[in-house]
Structure formats: structure tokens, C-alpha cells
């Protein structure tokens, strides 16, 4: 059974940095690209970041620069360090297993909330 658990999510300040974490279990995780999304309100889910199995990154253009994904094979879990966190961050943010330049794979994790409100 696969399972994808992510965590780190929380309320933080404008200017402020979190880190999500996002540990799989059930898949090969080093033959699976990976994927953090986002979804606010009221709006379609969204790519934020995305590694390859070779650990090639990718960044939606609003969080290029701030955000940065990275992943450890031999513990299962892919990160995605946020810094300089704006009110329009605000989202869920789930993890996915199997990204590709095509789009999002068939494994989601529950999602984590992220909050940025002063």
C-alpha cells in the first residue's frame, strides 16, 4: 500500500520559512519523480516544485528563487524548503509521487496547510 505522509505545515509571518516533508513508503521511492502542489481556495491544484530521479528540479515561476525541493533516497522523503514566504503561499500542499513533465502522478499525500498571515 503506498502511503506518502507529509508534515511541517503550520502559520508563519510574511518573510518567514517552513519545511515540508513528505516520507513514502510502499513504492521504490529512487525510480519515482516527485511533486510538491498547492491549493488555495477557490483555485485549481497547482505545481509549486518538482525532482526527478536524477534530482533535476523544476519551480512554478511564482516561487522560483524562494522555495527549494531536494530529495533522500535512502530515507524515503522528498523536502521542500520555503523561504521568504508571502500571503499568497497560502495553500495546502500536497506531496505526489510519479511527476513528470506530463503532469502529476497517481500517488497524493493527505496534504499539509500552510498558513502566511501576520
Known amino acids: 500500500q503506498v502511503q506518502l505522509v507529509e508534515s511541517g505545515g503550520g502559520l508563519v509571518q510574511p518573510g518567514g520559512s517552513l519545511r515540508l516533508s513528505c516520507a513514502a513508503s510502499?513504492?521504490?521511492?529512487?525510480?519515482?519523480?516527485m511533486g510538491w502542489y498547492r491549493q488555495a481556495p477557490g483555485k485549481q491544484r497547482e505545481l509549486v516544485a518538482s525532482i526527478t530521479t536524477r534530482s533535476n528540479a523544476r519551480y512554478a515561476d511564482s516561487v522560483q528563487g524562494r522555495f527549494t525541493i531536494s530529495r533522500d533516497n535512502a530515507k524515503n522523503t522528498v523536502r521542500l524548503q520555503m523561504n521568504s514566504l508571502k500571503p499568497e503561499d497560502t495553500a495546502v500542499f500536497f506531496c505526489?509521487?510519479?511527476?513528470?513533465?506530463w503532469g502529476p502522478g497517481a500517488y497524493w499525500g493527505q496534504g499539509t496547510q500552510v498558513t502566511v498571515s501576520s
Open positions: 505526489n509521487a510519479g511527476t513528470t513533465a
Open positions: 510502499g513504492i521504490v521511492f529512487s525510480n519515482f519523480g
